[in-house]
């Protein structure tokens, strides 16, 4: 069966200073990997997907992440944080084949001023 | 215009009630599911129908019935609500169901805002 690890429940960074969220996957099959993004109180927006092309995703609000499958991780990173960034973030997997998502726990990002 | 809507967004109701959530998307999918997301943030599938037949059944009680009338709408019923029935409700989409994937490769999922049921 497949999961994720999401190695951090909360992550905290100065605005204009880098972000790393960290995701270790496991899974049985070449997977497909996403993070999503909740803002308080909001439904779940897609930042970036991995689906067996290029190791490096680019996403939305200059996120991107890199799959390395010697490490099975999928880490997500953004090189100068925003208040707006401030968010529970999700990674996921899907196995090639199946319907099902299988989320990560969540890291919250906080950005200070 | 909201392409995966649910109503209501808030819910507050007694132990013991019935009550129902409804989700309509816009985007012309064939594939509709509920998620339930807990206190922790955890996201779970509960259910997932594809025009209109149901293909993923999680163990969930048999308390809660999913209705599907057409397949831009899935509907979640809850019967005798319990205390550990509070929690976010999401519902979401997909273009496909997941064993004919699509050109990119992978299934993404669109999801509405969520639906926040309260049971006192």
């Known amino acids: 069966a497949q999961s994720v690890t999401q190695l951090d429940s909360h992550v905290s960074v100065s605005e204009g200073t880098p972000v790393l969220l960290r995701c270790n996957y496991s899974s049985s099959y070449s997977p497909s990997l996403f993070w999503y993004v909740q803002h308080p109180n909001k439904g779940l927006q897609l930042l970036l997907k991995?689906?067996?092309?290029?190791?490096l995703v680019k996403g939305i609000n200059g996120f991107e992440a890199e799959f390395k499958k010697s490490e099975t991780s999928f880490h997500l990173t953004k090189p100068s944080a925003h208040m707006s960034d401030a968010a529970e973030y999700f990674c996921v997997v899907q196995n090639t084949g199946f319907q099902k998502l299988v989320f990560g726990t969540g890291t919250r990002l906080l950005v200070s001023p | 215009d909201t392409a995966v809507s649910q109503t209501p967004k808030y819910l507050v109701t007694q132990m013991g009630n019935d009550k129902s959530i409804k989700c309509e998307q816009n985007?012309?999918?064939?594939?509709m599911y509920w998620y339930k997301q807990d206190s922790k943030k955890f996201l779970k599938i509960m259910f997932s129908?594809?025009?209109?037949?149901?293909?993923i059944n999680e163990t969930v009680p048999n308390r809660f019935s999913p209705k599907s009338p057409d397949k831009a709408h899935l509907n979640l019923h809850i019967n005798s609500l319990e205390l550990g029935d509070s929690a976010v409700y999401f519902c979401?989409?997909?273009?496909?169901?997941?064993?004919?994937?699509?050109?990119?490769?992978?299934?993404?999922?669109?999801f509405g805002a969520g639906s926040r049921l309260t049971v006192l």
């Open positions: 979401a989409s997909s273009p496909n169901r997941g064993t004919r994937l699509g050109a990119s490769g992978a299934n993404v999922l669109t």
């Open positions: 991995y689906t067996s092309a290029a190791t």
């Open positions: 129908y594809n025009n209109k037949e149901l293909i």
């Open positions: 985007l012309g999918h064939d594939t």
